[in-house]
């Protein structure tokens, strides 16, 4: 059964839908997007549980697209943090449900985390010198790793937390892209079992989805051609900017 939705509501999910195509083929920001716009129309948690499939369905189309492109080690020093924090939301959200507690209130919490990151970043280009080492730490990776691991868990908004990950850690843009597509992919096939156990994840969830993944596709492409064309100084800009909005959007500051 489809979700009884007005014209309006099916417009704005192709355009949410669209946005995941384009934020998983190299611009994560927009993931902000596609995050308000189904938080409006699945309100609370369900969200979250809606949503992962058709994130799966980008990763999936963004690994093929960016195969030849992904930094592995990247990948496996973030995973396992990630990991024991997709478990660490899992409990949150547990006891969120028991609690009645709406999900929008860990918003500010992440909103205040991606703002923070995001001003060391820009802290970073002004002095580059400044905690020049820091990111290729594996106390840096681990807690980066472990935030992305939470808050897509709680929001589906680790694209904000992995994107500063990568500027920091200075990735072309092949790589960025490749690199994050391998992890978001493999983070968000673990999630399933979590977002099933909490029954976020239903046979109607599933079918709204498959109506949505040709706009993901194709959202993916269009997302490629944009990546493509923008120089890697005003793609690093644009990735750090969209992190800023994210944040202040997360801190409900419009």
Do not use: C
């Not at 014209?7 to 192709?14: D, E, N, Y």
């Not at 868990?153 to 490749?178: E, I, R």
């Amino acid at each position: 059964m489809l979700p009884d939705f007005s014209l309006t509501q099916w417009l704005l999910s192709v355009l949410a839908g669209l946005g995941i195509g384009i934020s998983k083929s190299g611009l994560p920001g927009i993931s902000l997007m596609h995050v308000v716009i189904f938080a409006q129309l699945f309100p609370g948690l369900a969200s979250t549980g809606v949503v992962l499939p058709m994130l799966i369905a980008g990763d999936l189309g963004a690994v093929w697209l960016f195969r030849r492109h992904a930094q592995w080690a990247h990948v496996v020093r973030t995973l396992p943090p990630a990991i024991v924090g997709v478990a660490a939301g899992w409990a949150i959200m547990r006891w969120a449900q028991h609690t009645g507690l709406p999900g929008a209130r860990f918003n500010p919490v992440i909103g205040g985390i991606v703002l923070v990151l995001a001003l060391l970043q820009i802290l970073r280009n002004w002095k580059p010198g400044l905690f020049a080492a820091v990111p290729h730490t594996r106390g840096f990776a681990w807690t980066m790793g472990f935030t992305a691991g939470v808050t897509t868990m709680l929001a589906n908004a680790a694209g904000p937390v992995m994107a500063l990950y990568l500027l920091a850690v200075a990735l072309p843009k092949a790589d960025f892209v490749g690199t994050s597509a391998w992890f978001f992919l493999l983070i968000n096939l673990i999630k399933v079992p979590f977002s099933a156990q909490l029954g976020l994840i239903t046979t109607p969830t599933l079918t709204f989805n498959l109506m949505l993944v040709p706009v993901i596709f194709a959202g993916l492409f269009l997302g490629r051609e944009i990546v493509t064309r923008i120089p890697q100084r005003g793609f690093d800009s644009l990735v750090l900017a969209f992190a800023v909005v994210a944040a202040f959007k997360l801190l409900g500051a419009f």
